[in-house]
Protein backbone atom coordinates (compact mmCIF):
# COMPACT_ATOMS: atom_id res chain seq x y z
CA UNK A 1 0.00 0.00 0.00
CA UNK A 2 2.88 2.62 1.03
CA UNK A 3 4.94 1.75 -2.90
CA UNK A 4 0.96 2.76 -4.31
CA UNK A 5 0.96 5.57 -2.52
CA UNK A 6 4.19 6.75 -3.09
CA UNK A 7 4.24 5.99 -6.84
CA UNK A 8 0.76 7.62 -7.82
CA UNK A 9 1.89 10.60 -5.41
CA UNK A 10 5.27 11.25 -7.45
CA UNK A 11 3.99 10.88 -11.02
CA UNK A 12 0.71 12.74 -10.24
CA UNK A 13 2.50 15.53 -9.10
CA UNK A 14 5.45 15.93 -12.32
CA UNK A 15 1.89 15.70 -14.57
CA UNK A 16 0.37 18.14 -12.36
CA UNK A 17 3.13 20.24 -13.03
CA UNK A 18 3.38 19.82 -16.67
CA UNK A 19 -0.59 21.00 -16.75
CA UNK A 20 -0.40 23.39 -14.23
CA UNK A 21 2.57 25.24 -16.45
CA UNK A 22 0.12 25.06 -19.73
CA UNK A 23 -2.94 26.21 -17.90
CA UNK A 24 -0.93 29.00 -16.30
CA UNK A 25 0.39 29.70 -19.84
CA UNK A 26 -3.15 29.46 -20.92
CA UNK A 27 -4.50 32.16 -19.01
CA UNK A 28 -2.33 35.29 -20.51
CA UNK A 29 -3.86 34.45 -24.42
CA UNK A 30 -7.11 36.03 -25.42
CA UNK A 31 -8.12 32.71 -26.99
CA UNK A 32 -7.90 30.87 -23.71
CA UNK A 33 -11.12 29.63 -23.41
CA UNK A 34 -10.58 27.45 -27.09
CA UNK A 35 -7.02 26.55 -25.70
CA UNK A 36 -8.72 24.74 -22.28
CA UNK A 37 -10.69 22.48 -24.21
CA UNK A 38 -7.98 20.98 -26.37
CA UNK A 39 -6.06 20.92 -22.50
CA UNK A 40 -8.22 19.12 -20.89
CA UNK A 41 -9.65 16.72 -24.06
CA UNK A 42 -5.47 15.80 -23.85
CA UNK A 43 -5.63 14.92 -20.33
CA UNK A 44 -8.82 12.71 -20.82
CA UNK A 45 -6.63 11.34 -23.99
CA UNK A 46 -3.69 10.47 -21.29
CA UNK A 47 -6.07 8.59 -18.70
CA UNK A 48 -7.03 5.97 -21.78
CA UNK A 49 -3.42 5.43 -22.63
CA UNK A 50 -2.69 5.02 -19.15
CA UNK A 51 -5.82 2.90 -19.13
CA UNK A 52 -5.13 0.44 -21.97
CA UNK A 53 -1.49 -0.11 -20.87
CA UNK A 54 -2.86 -1.14 -17.64
CA UNK A 55 -5.66 -3.86 -19.54
CA UNK A 56 -2.81 -5.19 -22.23
CA UNK A 57 -0.68 -5.60 -19.25
CA UNK A 58 -3.09 -7.40 -17.75
CA UNK A 59 -4.32 -9.29 -20.56
CA UNK A 60 -0.66 -10.77 -21.66
CA UNK A 61 -0.35 -12.09 -17.97
CA UNK A 62 -3.41 -13.90 -17.84
CA UNK A 63 -2.61 -15.37 -21.59
CA UNK A 64 0.14 -16.48 -20.85
CA UNK A 65 0.85 -19.38 -18.93
CA UNK A 66 3.97 -21.01 -17.12
CA UNK A 67 7.52 -20.18 -17.66
CA UNK A 68 6.26 -17.45 -20.43
CA UNK A 69 4.78 -15.60 -17.61
CA UNK A 70 7.45 -15.85 -15.42
CA UNK A 71 9.72 -14.50 -18.17
CA UNK A 72 7.28 -12.02 -18.76
CA UNK A 73 6.48 -11.15 -15.26
CA UNK A 74 11.05 -10.86 -14.69
CA UNK A 75 10.95 -8.83 -18.24
CA UNK A 76 8.41 -5.72 -16.68
CA UNK A 77 9.58 -5.53 -13.46
CA UNK A 78 13.38 -5.41 -14.56
CA UNK A 79 12.31 -2.54 -17.14
CA UNK A 80 10.20 -0.78 -14.73
CA UNK A 81 12.95 -0.50 -12.98
CA UNK A 82 15.47 0.47 -15.41
CA UNK A 83 12.57 3.13 -16.50
CA UNK A 84 13.04 4.64 -12.98
CA UNK A 85 17.17 4.93 -13.36
CA UNK A 86 16.31 6.44 -16.85
CA UNK A 87 13.51 9.07 -15.34
CA UNK A 88 15.96 10.19 -12.87
CA UNK A 89 18.45 11.12 -15.04
CA UNK A 90 16.16 12.91 -17.36
CA UNK A 91 15.28 15.01 -14.64
CA UNK A 92 18.19 16.13 -13.87
CA UNK A 93 18.89 17.39 -16.58
CA UNK A 94 15.22 18.70 -17.97
CA UNK A 95 13.69 19.59 -14.08
CA UNK A 96 14.95 23.27 -14.05
CA UNK A 97 14.26 24.39 -17.56
CA UNK A 98 10.95 22.14 -17.78
CA UNK A 99 8.65 25.18 -17.87
CA UNK A 100 10.81 27.47 -20.46
CA UNK A 101 10.86 24.12 -22.80
CA UNK A 102 7.08 23.87 -22.41
CA UNK A 103 6.27 27.11 -23.35
CA UNK A 104 8.89 27.98 -25.96
CA UNK A 105 7.41 24.74 -27.61
CA UNK A 106 3.81 26.23 -27.27
CA UNK A 107 4.97 29.47 -28.72
CA UNK A 108 6.73 27.78 -31.34
CA UNK A 109 3.42 25.30 -32.18
CA UNK A 110 1.00 28.25 -32.11
CA UNK A 111 2.53 30.74 -34.26
CA UNK A 112 1.00 31.86 -37.10
CA UNK A 113 -2.17 30.12 -37.70
CA UNK A 114 -4.07 28.75 -34.70
CA UNK A 115 -2.78 25.01 -33.66
CA UNK A 116 -4.00 23.73 -30.56
CA UNK A 117 -2.65 20.06 -31.53
CA UNK A 118 0.51 20.97 -29.75
CA UNK A 119 -1.42 21.90 -26.52
CA UNK A 120 -3.08 18.49 -26.82
CA UNK A 121 -0.25 16.15 -27.92
CA UNK A 122 1.47 17.84 -24.55
CA UNK A 123 -1.14 17.27 -22.32
CA UNK A 124 -1.55 13.61 -23.64
CA UNK A 125 1.59 12.66 -23.16
CA UNK A 126 2.38 14.68 -19.86
CA UNK A 127 -0.41 12.50 -18.25
CA UNK A 128 -0.09 9.37 -19.92
CA UNK A 129 3.47 9.19 -19.58
CA UNK A 130 3.31 9.67 -16.08
CA UNK A 131 0.47 6.96 -16.04
CA UNK A 132 1.71 4.76 -17.70
CA UNK A 133 4.95 4.65 -15.59
CA UNK A 134 3.08 4.62 -12.47
CA UNK A 135 1.20 0.97 -14.10
CA UNK A 136 5.20 0.16 -14.71
CA UNK A 137 6.09 0.46 -11.27
CA UNK A 138 2.88 -1.23 -9.64
CA UNK A 139 2.83 -3.91 -12.36
CA UNK A 140 3.91 -6.27 -9.09
CA UNK A 141 1.73 -4.97 -7.15
CA UNK A 142 -0.56 -5.31 -9.85
CA UNK A 143 0.01 -9.15 -10.33
CA UNK A 144 -0.83 -9.66 -6.45
CA UNK A 145 -4.30 -8.66 -7.24
CA UNK A 146 -6.66 -11.55 -6.12
CA UNK A 147 -9.67 -10.56 -4.49
CA UNK A 148 -12.11 -7.97 -3.94
CA UNK A 149 -10.63 -6.70 -0.43
CA UNK A 150 -6.90 -6.52 -2.45
CA UNK A 151 -8.48 -4.20 -4.95
CA UNK A 152 -10.09 -2.15 -2.54
CA UNK A 153 -7.00 -1.33 -0.85
CA UNK A 154 -5.59 -0.75 -3.73
CA UNK A 155 -7.66 1.46 -5.60
CA UNK A 156 -7.49 3.34 -1.72
CA UNK A 157 -4.05 3.67 -1.87
CA UNK A 158 -4.08 5.31 -5.48
CA UNK A 159 -6.88 7.70 -4.06
CA UNK A 160 -4.68 8.34 -1.13
CA UNK A 161 -1.71 9.10 -3.49
CA UNK A 162 -3.51 11.51 -5.83
CA UNK A 163 -4.75 13.51 -3.18
CA UNK A 164 -1.65 13.83 -1.84
CA UNK A 165 -0.39 14.81 -4.67
CA UNK A 166 -2.75 17.85 -5.02
CA UNK A 167 -1.69 18.41 -1.62
CA UNK A 168 1.95 18.89 -2.11
CA UNK A 169 1.64 20.66 -5.42
CA UNK A 170 -0.22 23.27 -4.21
CA UNK A 171 2.43 23.71 -1.38
CA UNK A 172 5.19 23.59 -4.06
CA UNK A 173 3.20 26.46 -6.09
CA UNK A 174 3.46 28.70 -2.44
CA UNK A 175 6.82 28.64 -2.84
CA UNK A 176 9.72 28.17 -0.32
CA UNK A 177 7.25 28.60 2.93
CA UNK A 178 6.57 25.08 3.03
CA UNK A 179 8.84 22.49 0.69
CA UNK A 180 10.72 23.78 -2.39
CA UNK A 181 10.64 21.68 -6.25
CA UNK A 182 14.55 21.82 -5.51
CA UNK A 183 14.39 19.82 -2.17
CA UNK A 184 10.86 17.72 -4.11
CA UNK A 185 12.92 16.83 -6.61
CA UNK A 186 16.14 15.56 -4.79
CA UNK A 187 14.30 13.52 -1.52
CA UNK A 188 12.06 11.96 -4.41
CA UNK A 189 14.91 11.07 -6.58
CA UNK A 190 16.50 9.34 -4.28
CA UNK A 191 13.30 7.13 -2.83
CA UNK A 192 12.87 6.54 -6.87
CA UNK A 193 16.34 5.01 -7.31
CA UNK A 194 15.55 2.49 -4.24
CA UNK A 195 12.11 1.69 -5.14
CA UNK A 196 14.12 0.89 -8.41
CA UNK A 197 16.40 -1.59 -6.51
CA UNK A 198 13.22 -3.21 -5.09
CA UNK A 199 11.61 -3.99 -8.01
CA UNK A 200 14.75 -5.11 -9.54
CA UNK A 201 15.34 -7.45 -6.66
CA UNK A 202 11.94 -8.54 -7.06
CA UNK A 203 12.73 -9.16 -10.29
CA UNK A 204 15.81 -11.23 -9.36
CA UNK A 205 14.27 -13.09 -7.13
CA UNK A 206 11.45 -14.86 -8.93
CA UNK A 207 14.35 -15.58 -11.77
CA UNK A 208 16.01 -17.11 -8.91
CA UNK A 209 12.90 -19.34 -7.57
CA UNK A 210 11.75 -19.74 -11.92
CA UNK A 211 14.00 -20.12 -14.41
CA UNK A 212 17.20 -20.37 -12.33
CA UNK A 213 15.79 -22.64 -9.71
CA UNK A 214 17.48 -25.78 -11.16
CA UNK A 215 20.50 -24.21 -11.66
CA UNK A 216 23.65 -25.09 -9.82
CA UNK A 217 24.75 -21.95 -8.08
CA UNK A 218 27.83 -21.45 -5.29
CA UNK A 219 26.15 -21.96 -2.01
CA UNK A 220 26.96 -18.77 -1.00
CA UNK A 221 23.85 -17.31 -3.06
CA UNK A 222 21.58 -18.96 -0.71
CA UNK A 223 23.04 -18.90 2.61
CA UNK A 224 21.51 -16.35 5.00
CA UNK A 225 23.77 -13.27 5.54
CA UNK A 226 21.87 -12.14 8.33
CA UNK A 227 18.36 -12.24 10.80
CA UNK A 228 16.80 -9.29 11.77
CA UNK A 229 13.24 -11.32 12.06
CA UNK A 230 13.09 -10.84 16.15
CA UNK A 231 13.67 -6.62 15.30
CA UNK A 232 11.62 -6.05 12.00
CA UNK A 233 9.95 -9.10 10.01
CA UNK A 234 9.32 -8.80 6.35
CA UNK A 235 5.95 -9.51 7.45
CA UNK A 236 4.98 -6.65 9.85
CA UNK A 237 3.10 -3.62 8.31
CA UNK A 238 6.74 -1.62 8.53
CA UNK A 239 8.71 -4.47 7.39
CA UNK A 240 6.47 -4.51 4.40
CA UNK A 241 6.37 -1.06 3.31
CA UNK A 242 9.99 -1.30 3.60
CA UNK A 243 10.58 -4.07 1.66
CA UNK A 244 8.50 -2.75 -1.51
CA UNK A 245 10.10 0.66 -1.20
CA UNK A 246 13.69 -0.08 0.17
CA UNK A 247 14.32 -3.37 -1.02
CA UNK A 248 14.07 -4.49 2.55
CA UNK A 249 15.14 -7.97 3.41
CA UNK A 250 14.68 -9.14 7.06
CA UNK A 251 17.10 -12.17 6.48
CA UNK A 252 18.90 -11.55 3.22
CA UNK A 253 20.72 -14.28 1.38
CA UNK A 254 23.98 -13.87 -1.05
CA UNK A 255 22.01 -13.23 -3.97
CA UNK A 256 19.99 -10.44 -2.44
CA UNK A 257 23.02 -8.80 -1.40
CA UNK A 258 24.72 -9.43 -5.12
CA UNK A 259 22.24 -8.15 -6.68
CA UNK A 260 21.06 -4.68 -5.17
CA UNK A 261 25.44 -4.23 -4.89
CA UNK A 262 25.15 -4.63 -8.85
CA UNK A 263 22.40 -2.37 -8.97
CA UNK A 264 23.91 0.37 -7.31
CA UNK A 265 26.83 0.16 -8.66
CA UNK A 266 25.42 0.55 -12.11
CA UNK A 267 23.26 3.55 -11.19
CA UNK A 268 25.95 5.28 -9.77
CA UNK A 269 28.79 4.96 -11.92
CA UNK A 270 25.49 6.23 -14.74
CA UNK A 271 24.77 9.40 -12.21
CA UNK A 272 29.04 9.77 -12.40
CA UNK A 273 28.96 9.41 -15.62
CA UNK A 274 26.04 11.64 -16.91
CA UNK A 275 27.51 14.28 -13.99
CA UNK A 276 30.72 14.16 -15.63
CA UNK A 277 29.32 14.90 -19.21
CA UNK A 278 27.10 17.91 -17.94
CA UNK A 279 30.41 19.21 -16.49
CA UNK A 280 32.49 19.14 -20.03
CA UNK A 281 31.03 22.36 -21.66
CA UNK A 282 31.23 24.25 -18.34
CA UNK A 283 35.04 23.18 -17.96
CA UNK A 284 35.34 23.74 -21.69
CA UNK A 285 33.92 27.54 -21.37
CA UNK A 286 35.94 28.57 -18.41
CA UNK A 287 39.58 26.97 -20.17
CA UNK A 288 38.43 29.19 -23.43
CA UNK A 289 37.83 32.47 -21.02
CA UNK A 290 41.19 31.45 -19.24
Same mark, same amino acid.
Given at each position: ?162 ? @? $????? !??? #??? =? ?7 ? +?? /? ?53 ? @? $????? !??? #??? =? ?7 ? +?? /? ?25
Amino acid at each position: MGQTIFVVCRESIEALLVIGILYAWMNDRQDAKTGKKWLFAGILAGFGLATLLTLTLIGVTDILGGEARTWFEIGMLAFASALIVQMVMWMRVHGRTLKQEIESGLATNLSGEKNWWGVFFLAMIAVGREGSETVMFLYGSLLQLDSFASYMSFFMAAAIGLA @L $AMILF !YAL #QLG =GRFVSWKWF +FR /VTEIMLLFLGSALFLAASEKLLSGPLGATELPAWMYSNMWDMTSILSDSSILGNL @L $ASLFA !YRS #QPI =GWDLMILST +FW /VAVLLLLKWQSNKQSEPIAHLKAEHA
